[in-house]
């Protein structure tokens, strides 16, 4: 399967909603993934990874259009997803540098 996916480096910060802080972060770089396979990766991640990604995100449904909180947990399990998957190498998603993820 030949796919593709990259970093987006945007023109004007994204907003996304923190509900645990109660604040917006403000993100220049992001990456869509699609809702199939971001639920995929969900499935992948051990059982303190996946409590971190919903303290960053709660209640928010993996659906097209919902914008999730990035960090660093979750660039590696991105990361590793497709490296083992499709053999593709997102070195930039873990460089330590905020990012939001946009279900597509």
């Known amino acids: 399967m030949n796919k593709k996916i990259e970093m987006i480096l945007e023109p004007f910060p994204v907003n ?12 220049t770089r992001g990456i869509h993934i699609e809702e199939q396979e971001f639920k995929a990766i969900l499935d992948t991640m051990c059982h303190d990874s996946r ?13 097209k259009g919902t914008y999730l909180n990035g960090h660093s947990g979750l660039a590696r ?28």
């Open 16 to 27: 996304v909603s923190h509900d645990t802080y109660r604040r917006e972060c403000k993100y």
């Open 51 to 63: 409590l971190y990604f919903d303290f960053h995100n709660p209640r928010k449904e993996i659906i």
């Open 77 to 104: 399990d991105i990361y590793d997803y497709y490296k083992t998957n499709y053999a593709i190498e997102l070195s930039e998603l873990i460089n330590g540098k905020d990012f939001y993820v946009k279900i597509i």
